[in-house]
């Protein structure tokens, strides 16, 4: 078996959820590639070299991938897919983008977001919110599977020393072209890869309050995260929401403030290492999945709380 894993990177450097996909792979056995499609990705294309496990890199540099666009990657991953037995991405946007078009250009099921991986051909995989998991086995020719990246430890970033291959395919399929991208900018960690996420729920009551949140966060060296009725209330933006609808998130502690625990919520930060629970309504669901919880008016406990960081 050879697996092919589509890198995801950004900014000149592989983003953390390709180890994490990597790490997926390995469980499945056999050789691993991958695969960075971009313009001007080099220096990814090493470092994705250096990736504990990765056997080689494929490096498709051509102006029709500088963006990513899943009508041009999609064709060259389903060329370069019939010869794999599975083709892995991260269940990110952009795999999420791309990879559905692979598995429709190469006339298979895809498997969607798997936490763990039983054999070859067996996957594990959160339905109905996560509140069950379906064993799913296919019997496809290629296996076009998205990993959600929280389910496996991340491989060493380090370490490996792959062969570097170069792809001459370039496909442009003229269907839609960049334009421009607006991006949020904040000192505070990504929030799909920090260590530490401070979540503020409609308890907040408004978005000024939020300040409350970005204190502590900023004494944490945490980032900050929403549940989805904050967002829908205008109090922060959407790339803040925590979720099945938003980002999922595994840190190794979060903590909950304001947020009542509905099911679409915890689906998105129940795999947390710590989970601690500030709400002043004792029988908020969110205390039932938190390894701590303070029952207490959060306008009071936060500034309290940051006073002791």
Do not use: C, W
């Amino acid at each position: 078996m050879t697996i092919l894993v589509i890198a995801e990177h950004e900014n000149g450097a592989v983003a953390p959820a390709t180890l994490n996909t990597v790490a997926a792979a390995a469980k499945i056995g056999g050789d691993i590639h991958v695969l960075v499609a971009g313009q001007g990705v080099g220096g990814v294309a090493e470092a994705a070299a250096k990736i504990a496990g990765v056997a080689k890199v494929l490096v498709a540099d051509n102006a029709a991938y500088a963006h990513q666009l899943p009508e041009n990657v999609a064709p060259l991953v389903a060329e370069l897919g019939k010869g794999y037995s599975h083709v892995l991405a991260p269940a990110t946007s952009n795999g999420k983008n791309i990879l559905p078009r692979v598995a429709a250009l190469l006339d298979v099921d895809q498997i969607s977001e798997i936490i763990a991986v039983e054999s070859a051909d067996t996957f594990k995989r959160p339905i109905y919110a996560g509140n069950a998991i379906a064993t799913v086995q296919s019997s496809a020719a290629v296996k076009v599977i998205t990993v959600r990246a929280t389910g496996f430890d991340a491989v060493a970033a380090e370490g490996g020393s792959a062969a570097v291959e170069a792809v001459a395919a370039a496909h442009d399929a003229g269907k839609s072209a960049f334009v421009g991208e607006e991006l949020a900018k904040s000192d505070r960690p990504e929030l799909t890869a920090a260590k530490i996420v401070v979540s503020g729920g409609r308890g907040m009551q408004n978005g000024d309050n939020f300040k409350h949140l970005y204190a502590l966060a900023d004494k944490l060296g945490a980032a900050v995260g929403a549940s989805r009725a904050a967002v829908d209330a205008g109090f922060v933006p959407n790339d803040m929401q925590v979720g099945q609808t938003g980002k999922i998130v595994a840190p190794q502690l979060y903590i909950a403030v304001g947020i009542s625990g509905a099911i679409q919520h915890l689906a998105g930060m129940k795999d947390s290492k710590v989970i601690v629970a500030i709400n002043k309504d004792e029988e908020a669901p969110i205390f039932q999945v938190a390894d701590y919880g303070l029952v207490a008016d959060l306008f009071e406990a936060i500034p309290e709380l940051e006073k002791l960081v």
